[in-house]
């Protein structure tokens, strides 16, 4: 069975430039999932997903981020104006019953 | 909301058996992960355990879950060198919902 895919693995960008993550969940799973992983520190959900709708988005700096999943697969997570702040790892999971299966990571890293 | 705690670091020699502790605020909790993070590498779930459950067992991990205290460890028998990675609790209120994390535990195994 395929994992979550994500791309791209590494990304650097100037602050106020923007980015777009890109993310594939596990065939079938309805629930997706966007965290946040700042260097030392656990993963923060920004997003949840469940099919194409928003269940819990009160973490999203929404004046900067947003994200999108189109016909309930894929998803897109963007960052406008991006800030020195916003460097860290962003993971895309996906769960169908218990647990959630994560993708390597998308590294950003804004100078 | 959910508060996970873990402490940072815990050193073991290769052979030996590793306790990683958790302690969580919310009882309305009934799904607690661990996950293992590899340098650069995405979370990878290892074990969970359900809140009816006191202890669960798969092979080399032993979970046990105290649900007065909410208090949650993961215990690895004949730790092992590819056994050091750093160590997330996950807390969640139930299937597919959104997952909590403690700042994670790193193990250090030493020959």
Redesign the interface.
Known sequence: EAGVAQSPRYKIIEKRQSVAFWCNPISGHATLYWYQQILGQGPKLLIQFQNNGVVDDSQLPKDRFSAERLKGVDSTLKIQPAKLEDSAVYLCASSFLSGAFFGQGTRLTVV | GED?EQSLFLSVREGDSSVINCTYTDSSST?L?W?KQEPG?????LT?IFSNMDMKQDQRLTVLLNKKDKHLSLRIADTQTGDSAIY?C?AAPG??S???????TRLQVTL
Do not use: R
């Not at chain 2, 590498?41 to 779930?45: E, F, I, K, P, V």
């Not at chain 2, 959104?98 to 700042?103: N, S």
């Open positions: 996970v799904y992960y996950y590498a995405g979370l990878q779930l969970y997330f996950a299937t597919a959104k997952l909590t994390f403690g700042t994670g």
